[in-house]
T-cell receptor, first 116, second 114 residues
């Protein structure tokens, strides 16, 4: 079936360190997968961080990057130097470019704690 | 733009009671989605409306759950005879149009069934 697996948290890093949160997906019934990272900051609602709809492309936002790798079925989230304000819960999600494009399959989320 | 508005933020019901959750999508958005979030299952898609018409309810439990969108400014999710396993955060999201992948989520309604 279709599924998303991501790094189990919590992940704790110190400010200015690099970060990678792993995400792999299985898209057996989705012909044209789209990949997303959503984020929930403390006290706020879930919001889109970045998305990539074409395999091989990279998305970026707020210093975060993720590359859609069709060969390894991965969409890892990376940042070279994290800040305390990046502390949040990050969700990797899989969608379909066709059909119901709002029907996303989410990973369980990764809590990131950045220490000052 | 106030974003997607969900009310109430918290709802506590007794087992067997009815719960109605409300969602006001972003003005001008034609697609509305309901999701449910639990610790064990994570975020799960429930149902989807486009231009107020129900399009996909493949994630809705077959019994006790129903959703409506009587006008373009609000949608409701109703749970009849609530059970403890219905306890979750229910999230509403909207998007500008079909084919637009970006979902804008509300803050959610935390339902607790005692």
């Amino acid at each position: 079936g279709d599924s998303v697996t991501q790094t189990e948290g919590p992940v704790t890093v110190s400010e200015s360190e690099s970060l990678i949160i792993n995400c792999t997906y299985s898209a057996t019934s989705i012909a044209y997968p789209n990949l997303f990272w959503y984020v929930r900051y403390p006290g706020e609602g879930l919001q889109l961080l970045l998305k990539v709809i074409t395999a091989g492309q990279k998305g970026s936002s707020r210093g975060f990057e993720a590359t859609y790798n069709k060969e390894t079925t991965s969409f890892h989230l990376q940042k070279a130097s994290v800040q305390e304000s990046d502390s949040a819960v990050y969700y990797c999600a899989l969608g379909d470019r066709t059909g119901n494009t709002g029907k996303l399959i989410f990973g369980l989320g990764t809590t990131l704690q950045v220490q000052p | 733009n106030a974003g997607v508005i969900q009310t109430p933020r918290h709802k506590v019901t007794g087992k067997g009671q009815e719960a109605t959750l409300w969602c006001e999508p972003i003005s001008g958005h034609s697609a509305v989605f309901w999701y449910r979030q639990t610790i064990v299952q994570g975020l799960e898609f429930l149902t989807y409306f486009r231009n107020q018409a129900p399009i996909d309810d493949s994630g809705m439990p077959k019994e006790r759950f129903s959703a409506q969108m009587p006008n373009q400014s609000h949608s409701t999710l109703k749970i009849q005879s609530t059970q403890p396993q219905d306890s979750a955060v229910y999230l509403c999201a909207s998007s500008f149009r079909q084919g637009e992948n970006t979902l804008y989520f509300g803050a959610g309604t935390r339902l607790s069934v005692l």
